[in-house]
């Protein structure tokens, strides 16, 4: 893993951004992925079909927590149209490290995607994990 994106992803996994919980939150969610015991808790605010304000609570590993502090920083002012076709290249993307070759690291930082999708869609009409 290129040390640059290493040390990215260790700064967010330390000093997570938009960490904690809403006070009535208009969607909650949460998932976790077995495969490495990582788990996360997602709150929205929503206000006129945008994200307004957004919280994120879990535990697990660096990629897990760390995707989840940088997929928080983007949906802040994202309309929820725009955050229900957030694709998983965009949030691999944002977190710079190439995992194609790795489905396990890949299920960690997709977590708070699919946490994400479970709330905008409801549990149930999320899309499947590959279909992100
Ligand atoms: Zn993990």
């Not at 919980?21 to 077995?34: C, G």
């Not at 997929?71 to 194609?100: N, Y």
Request: charge should be negative.
């Amino acid at each position: 893993m290129d040390d640059l994106y290493r040390e990215l992803i260790l700064e967010h996994y330390k000093h997570p951004h938009n960490h904690g919980r809403l006070e009535h939150p208009d969607i909650s969610a949460e998932e976790h992925n077995p495969l490495c015991g990582d788990r996360i808790r997602l709150d929205l605010r929503i206000e006129h079909d945008v994200i307004t304000d957004v919280r994120f609570d879990g535990r697990g590993c660096a990629i897990s927590q760390a995707s989840a502090s940088m997929l928080t920083d983007e949906l802040i002012g994202m309309p929820v149209e725009e955050a229900k076709r957030f694709s998983k290249e965009r949030l691999l993307d944002l977190i710079g490290i190439p995992l194609a070759h790795n489905p396990v690291r890949i299920k960690c930082a997709l977590l708070a995607l699919k946490t994400l999708k479970a709330g905008l869609y409801g549990v149930g009409h999320a899309p499947d994990d590959d279909d992100l």
